[in-house]
């Protein structure tokens, strides 16, 4: 199982970025799948979810109504489109199943707002 993370970096306040995860090694298609962040010092914490069908998604309230995740099966990628972000975005941002049973986590990409 591998997760590749992709799309991070240097934005300023109010601006956007996408991110993408690039899943191989398992059945991308019949799992629940979430977006994680993680600062220095801190626990890793849950971003956004989406169901299998991709129907059905939540979100942290300090996300709500800025982040956007999706799903693209086919292409066994998941991703989170981030508006309006804010200093409070900055993290490492991993995607991962959405379940108590997680697979090995990937290398993240970083995403950095300046205050």
């Known amino acids: 199982v591998q997760f590749v993370e992709s799309g991070g970096g240097l934005v300023l306040p109010g601006g956007s970025l996408r991110l993408s995860c690039a899943v191989s090694g398992f059945a991308f298609g019949v799992y629940d799948m979430a977006w994680y962040r993680q600062t220095p010092g801190s626990v890793r914490e849950l971003v956004a979810s989406?169901?299998?069908?991709?129907?059905?998604?939540t979100y942290s309230d300090p996300v709500k109504g800025r982040f956007t995740i999706s799903r693209d099966d086919g292409k066994k990628t998941l991703y989170l489109q981030m508006n309006n972000v804010k200093p409070g975005d900055t993290a490492v941002y991993y995607c991962?199943?959405?379940?108590?049973?997680?697979?090995?986590w990937g290398q993240g990409t970083q995403v950095t707002v300046p205050s």
């Open positions: 991962n199943r959405h379940s108590q049973v997680k697979y090995t």
């Open positions: 989406i169901t299998r069908s991709g129907t059905s998604t």
